[in-house]
């Protein structure tokens, strides 16, 4: 099995700065693209950013030059730095993952369950 667990998060106001990650563990032979997804309340989850191994990255419009997706391939951690929040980035914040099981190869999706982000105006 492999667990995703997000850290970081939190309450701030608008304009500021925040960051999470995601720490993959379990049993992983390798992983793909890492991304990151938010829903807020009464809404369907949205695709946020998405890096991939080598480290190519794709941000939705509504976040590109606010927020960075990066990781830290050694530590099957991804990174989600959020700069300039509005109120709208309100929402609960998913990681992903592709990950390879080392004992059949087969491909599948994890999620991890989420993190708050609240930002205040």
């Known amino acids: 099995q492999v667990q995703l667990v997000e850290s970081g998060g939190g309450l701030v106001q608008a304009g500021g700065s925040l960051s999470v990650s995601c720490a993959a563990s379990g049993s992983i032979g390798a992983i793909n693209n890492m991304a990151w997804y938010r829903q807020a309340p009464g809404k369907q989850r949205e695709w946020v950013a998405t890096i991939s191994y080598r480290g190519d990255t794709n941000y939705a419009n509504s976040v590109k030059g606010r927020f960075t997706i990066s990781r830290d391939n050694a530590k099957n951690t991804v990174y989600l730095q959020m700069n300039s929040l509005k109120p709208e980035d309100t929402a609960v914040y998913h990681c992903?993952?592709?990950?390879?099981?080392?004992?059949?190869?087969?491909?599948?999706?994890?999620w991890g369950q989420g993190t708050q982000v609240t930002v205040s105006s």
């Open positions: 992903n993952a592709a990950v390879r099981s080392p004992t059949t190869s087969r491909w599948a999706d994890y």
